[in-house]
């Protein structure tokens, strides 16, 4: 049940917890789920300023996290484990319930004195928050799974920066902002100028990859927006990682201008100062998308809506979501809008954000582009590098 609650300031609040000196983050989810959760990092950050913040996550969280200044003060990888780390495109990896029992007894002597479960609704997560020891614990849970000391429930829909910033209320914290901040470092600039030398001034990004095939956007509409970008004088950097090489490909064979393909040629870091300075940036509901929120980059995302009410970033002046208000699975007609809990949903990988057209994905780019304060140059400027 809830925590005894407070007033301030006409507010519901809750009590800071007592003697806080190392707090660990459950939270080894993907690079957007990273990105949601920085305000809530920096609210617990505020409000423990003297304790140690350790995320537990996957191994791009710690290069990431441990490259850059930020809130959290370091992170331990997580072994893959049913239900907490899940690895899709690394099938080698395979859970070991030995490896499992040795990195929880590691984490007890680590004797965290407050264990956050940022991971979501708590079936598999509570269980093993309880597991490491911590003498706080706090988190979400749906109906059934294993409650904490504090907890608030898993309702999934909801926008995650919010819901996160509604989390880390149990623990005492007052969030200040909403908006993620990435900080760049010169190594992640100085990796630009290494791995993409034929980069110009004025680029737009295209991601037109997802770990979802169904939150992909048609290959050769990427390529319709690409040309027409283009030819207004920004050259065309596409991005990706190996997973994605397929789409990526079909993207550039489908365009008639050049580009650059940047596909797995960056770290997280290396992406990040790309982003920073693109003139814009056109991509599925996926991680990069909010990279580019976090460091600043006006960006165009197209959604299904569902996916919308969740991770939609809250600001409109940079961000532009698109939304395809497909219901149904396109292949078998399933109603997609009433999946309770959604993970009931048909097995057909099929797109369902077509509905998205080419001319509105160019009206919200060349929206932003006006606020932005850009100055289309000649056609005859619109030139890259082909790879």
Known sequence: MYTMETKKNGFSTFDKFPEVQKIAILRATNLGDFIAAIPALEAIRDTYPDAEIVYLGKPFHKALIESRPGPVDRAIVIP?????RYEPHLPHLVESQEEVDAFLEAIRRERFDLAIQMHGGGQNTNPFVKRMGARYTVGMRTPGALELDRWMPYVYYQNEFLRLLELVRLVGAQPSHYEPRLPITEADRAEVHQRLPELQPSYAVLH???????????????????????????????TGTQHERDVIAAVVRAMQCPAINACDRLSIGGLAALLEAATIMISNDTGPMHVANAVGAPNVGIFWFGNAFNWAHPGR??????LSWTKHCPLCGQDMSIMDPPHDRCQHDTCFVGDVTVEEVLAAAFDLLAYAGYQPASQSSANGVMA
């Open 80 to 84: 893959v484990t049913r239900g907490i």
């Open 317 to 322: 002046s940079k961000h532009r979501p698109l």
């Open 208 to 238: 037109p990859g997802a770990s979802d095939q169904r939150r992909r956007w048609p290959p050769e509409r990427f390529a319709q927006v690409a040309d027409t970008l283009a030819r207004q004088g920004l050259q065309i950097v596409i």
